[in-house]
């Protein structure tokens, strides 16, 4: 009878204890499956933020060899109108060493070269223009009004000539009057080669020379602080005689 209620006793034991065991390994599993459910949840959070990064690098790569196709075609028409201001220089160093000829001879080849000239001012960067011009003029009413010989008119002329094409090496910070929101405004403006012109005005406004569909340029403030403050640290270098090294500037070019 004792041996009988013994294995009673035991066998309840045995399956509370299995009944625990059963009850503990389902919340384990539960809590397993859980874990499971945060760890793929921020699994699918990072595919997706890495999807998102990799697209947003896609797109700034393509922007950016889009900016460096305009780079190159703008590199490309500075080049090319350098080398026309040399093949004038080469025209009036021929006309010069042909100076055997009358002075009024070499007077209309002089005046074609100093009308080339002027185009090449009028259509180009617009830095200084006014003043580039103003010279040009200034030399062709001396010469047809033989203020200046032929010969003083051509050395002068390749001097000009010589200043154009120094322009497009120099980096530098100048003043000079721009149309401004329908006003003339005198402003401090730096320019690199003749390629990039960026302007800051007395009022802490900043901006950018930029070069339209018709090949005309216009002058356009930059509306957030980022840009603003990088055109500052562009001037503040080029006042500290840094004129070399690398510049995050806002680019005139993009469309």
Excluded: C
Excluded at 115 to 135: L, V
Excluded at 167 to 192: F, H, R
Aim: neutral net charge.
């Amino acid at each position: 009878m004792q041996q009988q209620l013994l294995k009673k006793i035991i066998a309840w034991i045995g399956l509370g204890w299995l009944a625990l065991f059963a009850s503990t390994a389902m919340g384990s599993i539960e809590n397993l499956a859980k874990s499971l459910a945060k760890i793929r949840g921020e699994v699918e959070a990072l595919q997706t933020q890495l999807d998102s990064e990799k697209e947003k690098h896609s797109s700034r790569m393509a922007a950016l060899s889009s900016q460096l196709a305009d780079l190159s075609v703008e590199e490309r028409r500075q080049k090319l109108s350098i080398e026309k201001l040399q093949h004038s220089i080469e025209k009036l160093g021929t006309a010069t060493k042909e100076a055997e000829q009358s002075g009024e001879s070499l007077k209309p080849i002089l005046l074609a070269a100093l009308n080339e000239y002027k185009r090449h001012i009028q259509s180009g960067f617009p830095f200084k223009m006014e003043d580039r011009i103003k010279a040009i003029n200034d030399l062709e009413n001396n010469l047809s009004n033989q203020q200046i010989d032929s010969h003083k008119a051509i050395n002068q002329a390749w001097s000009l000539i010589e200043d154009e094409i120094r322009l497009s090496k120099e980096n530098g910070i100048y003043q000079q009057t721009i149309p401004l929101n329908g006003e003339k405004v005198l402003v401090d403006i730096a320019k690199l080669g003749t390629v990039f012109l960026y302007f800051q005005s007395r009022d802490n406004q900043a901006g950018m020379a930029k070069r339209t569909a018709d090949g005309s340029w216009i002058y356009e403030l930059v509306d957030n602080t980022a840009d603003r403050e990088r055109i500052k640290n562009l001037f503040d270098s080029l006042m500290k005689q840094i004129r070399q090294g690398y510049f995050e500037l806002p680019n005139p070019l993009q469309k």
